[in-house]
């Protein structure tokens, strides 16, 4: 990012929410305690609450275990941090900026397209700051996509071609056994894992949408598709051995997406691990889980700018990374996230960019700390605009829901009636 000129006085956040994202995004206070401060945590697991107050020497009176409790009483502080699960989002936010405080909103935003709406005209009545955490934006390759575009240099876009590789393992950890496995819960797929891509396509187009249409389906994690002679359970199943969505092999063998997993004082993750295996939601066989949210879903969508977009999320894939495709008037460009290929028209001229050595890098790419920065750098200078405002979030999240509106109705949506 370009440099900065910060205040000699540090902002002050509340974290509402010990979680992952929390400590991906705090990783910016611990790096720069100049530019940010932790000043209060709020988290109902103790184990979580403890750790951060611990990590950043946080007094018992600026430790809660319930935002009602916090807010009947809140401390001092410019802003709050909300990364609670995101059926936890509409109420803590909507009393923070009655507050007072500057938001900084994990996405999605909130349930439903009216509960986005209703933060969004209570900042703009409170006159309170609400950001919304787009990391897309904030994460090299997607800037130097948006950089090509904004240049001119390929001309207009026609059309683009995107596809959400959400990845088997990912898919089944957190869309089948794990927390976003129902809509009652959280939110339908679309808006928990893509309402990102969608941002980033209204970011590119510089363009709202005029009509869409979706479809898609729970198509395979169904009691009926269970293979014959499986077992509820991976940890006893015949089946595991060879079976592609095997808990025991996820977990145990590979250990991947143990991170979140919350280990008490005086065991270890594995025997955390095992207890998930025979006890827990992510022991559970994919085909007898309680889960409910589509499998795969494609969006078609046509831009006021005449703009078409296909969209597809896709899970029954090993990647999981996103591929796009510009076709513009005097070029194209493609690329899936390790490389980008820049495309002439006129004399077939072809230049390869090299985003190899992001994969796999912390902090999405260091985007999670651009994106604190933005926000700490947005609250200390005020003619300094947030790079995702809750209005622009708002307008990505309604194609969200009016894209499952016509998943479910199976009729092509207007948004501009």
Same mark, same amino acid.
């Given at each position: 990012?370009?440099?900065?000129?910060?205040?000699?006085?540090?902002?002050?956040?509340?974290?509402?929410?010990?979680?992952?994202?929390?400590?991906?995004?705090?990783?910016?206070?611990?790096?720069?305690?100049?530019?940010?401060?932790?000043?209060?945590?709020?988290?109902?697991?103790?184990?979580?609450?403890?750790?951060?107050?611990?990590?950043?020497?946080?007094?018992?009176?600026?430790?809660?275990?319930?935002?009602?409790?916090?807010?009947?009483?809140?401390?001092?502080?410019?802003?709050?941090?909300?990364?609670?699960?995101?059926?936890?989002?509409?109420?803590?936010?909507?009393?923070?900026?009655?507050?007072?405080?500057?938001?900084?909103?994990?996405?999605?935003?909130?349930?439903?397209?009216?509960?986005?709406?209703?933060?969004?005209?209570?900042?703009?009545?409170?006159?309170?700051?609400?950001?919304?955490?787009?990391?897309?934006?904030?994460?090299?390759?997607?800037?130097?996509?948006?950089?090509?575009?904004?240049?001119?240099?390929?001309?207009?876009?026609?059309?683009?071609?995107?596809?959400?590789?959400?990845?088997?393992?990912?898919?089944?950890?957190?869309?089948?056994?794990?927390?976003?496995?129902?809509?009652?819960?959280?939110?339908?797929?679309?808006?928990?894992?893509?309402?990102?891509?969608?941002?980033?396509?209204?970011?590119?187009?510089?363009?709202?949408?005029?009509?869409?249409?979706?479809?898609?389906?729970?198509?395979?994690?169904?009691?009926?598709?269970?293979?014959?002679?499986?077992?509820?359970?991976?940890?006893?199943?015949?089946?595991?051995?060879?079976?592609?969505?095997?808990?025991?092999?996820?977990?145990?063998?590979?250990?991947?997406?143990? &991170?979140?997993?919350?280990?008490? %004082?005086?065991?270890? !993750?594995?025997?955390?691990?095992? /207890?998930?295996?025979? #006890? +827990?939601?992510?022991?559970?066989?994919?085909?007898?889980?309680?889960?409910?949210?589509?499998?795969?879903?494609v969006i078609a969508m046509e831009m006021e700018n005449d703009v078409?977009?296909?969209?597809?999320?896709?899970?029954?894939?090993?990647?999981?990374?996103?591929?796009?495709?510009?076709?513009?008037?005097?070029?194209?460009?493609?690329?899936?996230?390790?490389?980008?290929?820049?495309?002439?028209?006129?004399?077939?001229?072809?230049?390869?960019?090299?985003?190899?050595?992001?994969?796999?890098?912390?902090?999405?790419?260091?985007?999670?700390?651009?994106?604190?920065?933005?926000?700490?750098?947005?609250?200390?200078?005020?003619?300094?605009?947030?790079?995702? &405002?809750?209005?622009?979030?708002? %307008?990505?999240?309604? !194609?969200?829901?009016?894209?499952? /509106?016509?998943?479910? #109705? +199976?009729?092509?949506?207007?948004?501009?009636?």
């Open positions: 990012m370009d440099e900065i000129t910060f205040s000699n006085t540090p902002v002050t956040i509340v974290a509402i929410g010990g979680g992952n994202r929390t400590n991906k995004y705090l990783e910016y206070a611990v790096r720069h305690p100049e530019r940010l401060q932790l000043v209060g945590i709020v988290e109902p697991n103790p184990l979580r609450r403890h750790a951060l107050a611990e990590k950043f020497g946080l007094k018992p009176e600026q430790c809660f275990e319930d935002y009602k409790l916090f807010f009947r009483n809140p401390l001092k502080a410019d802003a709050v941090l909300i990364a609670t699960p995101e059926n936890i989002h509409f109420e803590p936010c909507m009393l923070a900026i009655e507050a007072g405080y500057h938001v900084l909103l994990e996405k999605p935003i909130a349930r439903t397209l009216a509960e986005c709406r209703a933060i969004a005209r209570a900042a703009r009545n409170k006159g309170v700051i609400v950001g919304v955490c787009h990391v897309l934006r904030y994460h090299p390759y997607f800037i130097r996509i948006k950089e090509i575009v904004d240049s001119g240099e390929l001309g207009q876009i026609i059309s683009i071609n995107h596809n959400a590789a959400v990845g088997i393992d990912r898919m089944t950890h957190g869309y089948v056994r794990g927390m976003w496995r129902r809509e009652e819960i959280t939110n339908p797929i679309l808006i928990s894992k893509c309402c990102h891509d969608i941002d980033f396509l209204l970011w590119l187009t510089s363009s709202q949408c005029r009509k869409l249409t979706s479809f898609g389906s729970l198509r395979w994690y169904r009691p009926e598709n269970a293979p014959a002679g499986s077992s509820d359970r991976c940890i006893n199943c015949p089946i595991e051995p060879s079976c592609p969505y095997s808990a025991v092999d996820l977990y145990r063998t590979r250990r991947d997406w143990i &991170s979140n997993f919350d280990v008490p %004082e005086g065991a270890t !993750i594995d025997q955390v691990i095992d /207890r998930e295996l025979r #006890t +827990g939601p992510y022991g559970r066989c994919v085909f007898h889980c309680d889960n409910d949210v589509a499998d795969h879903q078409t977009i296909s969209f597809t999320m896709d899970t029954f894939t090993l990647d999981d990374q996103r591929q796009t495709h510009i076709r513009l008037t005097q070029g194209e460009i493609d690329g899936d996230e390790r490389s980008l290929r820049i495309r002439w028209f006129r004399g077939a001229r072809e230049e390869v960019l090299d985003f190899s050595s992001l994969i796999g890098t912390p902090y999405h790419a260091g985007a999670d700390l651009n994106l604190i920065e933005d926000f700490v750098h947005t609250l200390a200078c005020k003619e300094h605009n947030f790079r995702t &405002s809750i209005e622009q979030s708002v %307008e990505s999240h309604r !194609i969200c829901y009016e894209a499952e /509106r016509s998943r479910l #109705t +199976g009729q092509t949506i207007r948004l501009d009636d």
